[in-house]
């Protein structure tokens, strides 16, 4: 049910945006905050605060995979199998969990504990095969770790992230995706080895962006955070000469990137 509690924090949500109906997405997690799922109740109530049919509140809730229909376990254990998290084991780890747990894709163990979904790409390859607690990242799994991840999930002991915050429950996590911080997110690395390791190399090599500053110093914030306006004026600047003279290659890149 609907508390006036939620109700309230769900016209906050809407508060925030110049347009109301812009936080239909972080109002439907507040919603699985509150309820565990997206319930009828719930797309009635988003749909009456944002002014917009029941139907419109539905078709996003059932667009997006992150918007659950039926009651998740206080864990979703959500296992890639996209292409290379696959080759490296993701599979595997699928297959054992599933044989673990004693249920299927996208269900939920009687205990009420873990519901496991192999999921879409991470985008973290370089820690394949990833699996995902509550959306945190666990890294480089095999079917063994795995197994012992669930276990002790299920066990109530503390398990961390191994590039984020201490593992929450699943209606603590979509609480803080709609957008209520639980104060954690400075838990933890932000970043690993593999992600770091083209930086390592530019500095050792002394590697600058098109247009960063090439006096030898060591100060400038394009090499301290890896972003920063000089260097996109810089990149976009070079591109344009690229496309100014014809070459095709700007072309095949931008290809490339969609495949």
């Excluded at 666990?138 to 079917?143: K, R, V």
């Amino acid at each position: 049910m609907i508390t006036a509690e939620t109700r309230a924090e769900l016209e906050e949500i809407a508060a925030r945006y110049p347009q109301a109906r812009s936080g239909l997405l972080p109002m439907l997690h507040l919603a699985q905050s509150a309820e565990g799922r997206v319930t009828a109740e719930a797309i009635e109530v988003c749909a009456e605060i944002l002014g917009i049919t029941a139907a419109e509140v539905a078709g996003v809730a059932t667009f997006y995979t992150m918007y659950k229909r039926r009651p998740v376990g206080d864990y979703h254990v959500g296992v890639c199998t996209n292409t290379l998290c696959a080759v490296m084991g993701g599979d595997l780890i699928f297959e054992r969990l599933k044989e673990h747990l004693r249920i299927g894709n996208d269900e939920t163990t009687e205990d009420g504990k873990i519901t496991l979904e192999h999921v879409e790409c991470n985008a973290a390859c370089d820690y394949a095969p990833v699996v995902m607690v509550n959306w945190e990242f666990m890294d480089n799994q095999t079917p063994e770790s795995a197994t012992r991840l669930v276990d002790d999930l299920r066990a109530g002991a503390e398990v961390r992230s191994t590039r984020g915050p201490r593992i929450c429950t699943w209606r603590e996590a979509e609480r803080v995706l709609a957008g209520f911080p639980d104060d954690r997110a400075d838990e933890g690395p932000a970043a690993g080895p593999a992600t770091l390791l083209g930086l390592e190399i530019a500095r050792e090599k002394n590697w600058r962006a098109p247009g960063a500053e090439q006096d030898g110093s060591d100060t400038s914030a394009a090499q301290q955070s890896g972003v920063s306006a000089q260097t996109s004026m810089g990149r976009a600047s070079s591109e344009e000469q690229v496309a100014d003279s014809g070459a095709e290659t700007k072309g095949e890149d931008a290809g490339g990137k969609q495949s």
